[in-house]
């Protein structure tokens, strides 16, 4: 009922930056929360930042003041702006929104199918 669409991925050099997107569509009723994880190899996945349907923003410590998180309700779109991107930034980023449902109306978690950003020289 959900389907994200994920781009701006890459390869770039540290100090570089990308900006990802992450586009929802399907029927549904609403969109609360809006977030990006990622996932390097070998680890667990983890969170860089959300931002909820009343605008708060939360972020991961290792990535404040470098990323920056939004969000564009009309167009339904999330967007990680990453600067000074350091090799351990490489990863696999998905995004992750929380939508609502109706009949019943309910919340549900979808994940987008991920976007592999490299940082290295």
């Known amino acids: 009922q959900v389907h994200l669409v994920e781009s701006g991925g890459g390869l770039v050099q540290p100090g570089g930056s990308l900006r990802l997107s992450c586009a929802a569509s399907g029927n549904f009723f609403s969109i609360n929360n809006m977030g990006w994880y990622r996932q390097a190899p070998g680890k667990q996945r983890e969170l860089v930042g959300v931002v909820t349907g009343s605008g708060n923003i939360n972020y991961a410590e290792s990535v404040k003041g470098r990323f920056t998180i939004s969000r564009d309700n009309a167009k339904k779109t999330v967007y990680l702006q990453m600067n000074s991107l350091k090799p351990e930034d490489t990863a696999v980023y998905y995004c992750?929104?929380?939508?609502?449902?109706?009949?019943?109306?309910?919340?549900?978690?979808?994940w987008g199918q991920g976007t592999q950003v490299t940082v290295s020289s």
């Open positions: 992750k929104v929380r939508v609502v449902l109706s009949n019943p109306l309910r919340e549900s978690d979808d």
